[in-house]
Structure formats: structure tokens, C-alpha cells
């Protein structure tokens, strides 16, 4: 199987019924994604797929050859955090860390939903080319990552500070 992760394409052989988590874990040396619940329901597990953010614990590997998977380690650029990733710094935006890749990698897919006019559960206006991520838009949408350890106040900040009006980084 061939998958390009984080900007570089691997050649993997696995049984096909290992998750995209495991094969990211155990078999690609990538620890960032964390396995929570392993059954999609703390997002600890996000990543991006295509720009898309799935739970990779619910995903077998196999239904993404030939895609883009971005994972946590993949955010920062030549050495760089990405914004988001310094805005989690700067507002405490975790304590324990555990769902810090998948409330980033989630944040991100989220943000570039928004920016295409994606509505979620409580958009007002179904018929507006963009939305704008205010409080209630924007737990709406990250209400798949959970958070237990207290850190969910500055994620919401440093989330709110990054992607302001719409704006990605």
C-alpha cells in the first residue's frame, strides 16, 4: 500500500484490517495520534485526510492508499508551529495533552469547513456562502473532541484567536 503522510509517501504492508490509528502507531513510528476510546467518540484520534478530519480509530488503513493523511507531527512547517499550535501554548490550551493532536488536527479540518460555507447543527443562515465561527458555531463543531482534563477554555481561545472571522491560518 502506498499513502503519503505528512507530506512524505510510504510504502506499508499490514493485515488489512488495521486501523489508519495503528498503522500511524505501530507500524509508522508516529505517536502523536492518540487512541482514546477507539470507538470515535473523544476524537482523540483525529487527523486529516485530504484536509478532511476523520477518527482514524474507526478507519482502516487500507480505505486510504493513494490519499493525504495529515497527523500532528505533520502540522509545524520547516521546523515552525502552526499558528494554532502556538496559540494552544499561549492560551493554556492543555494540561495533560492527550487530546491536544486531535483538537488540533480537528480544528483545522473544522475551520476549513466553515471557510467553505459547511453548516453545521446550528448554523442560522443554511443559505450563506461562509460562516462565521462564533462561540456557539464553533463548540457545535468541535463537539466531537472531548477534553477531561479542565484545558477546554483555552482551547476554545486559542481556537477563536487562530480563526478569526473565518480566517485560516
Known sequence: MHITINGRLVEASFDPRTSLLDLLRDHLGLPGTK?????????ACTVLVDGERINSCLALAIQY???????VE???????????????????????????????????GMAAEAERGCPSAVTVDLSATTV??????????????????????????????????????
Do not use: W
Not at 35 to 43: H, R, V
Not at 65 to 71: D, I
Not at 144 to 169: H, M, P
Open 35 to 43: 487512541k482514546g476510546c477507539n470507538q470515535g467518540a473523544c476524537g
Open 65 to 71: 492508499e493513494g490519499r493525504s493523511v495529515v497527523t
Open 74 to 108: 505533520g502540522l509545524a512547517a520547516n521546523g515552525d508551529l502552526h499558528p494554532l499550535q502556538r496559540a494552544f501554548i499561549e492560551h493554556d490550551g492543555f494540561q495533560c495533552g492527550y487530546c491536544t493532536p486531535g483538537q488540533l488536527c480537528s480544528a483545522i
Open 132 to 169: 462565521v465561527l462564533d462561540g456557539d458555531e464553533l463548540r457545535e463543531r468541535m463537539s466531537g473532541n472531548l477534553c477531561r482534563c479542565g484545558a477546554y477554555n483555552g482551547i476554545v481561545d486559542a481556537i477563536t484567536e487562530t480563526f478569526k472571522q473565518g480566517r485560516a491560518a
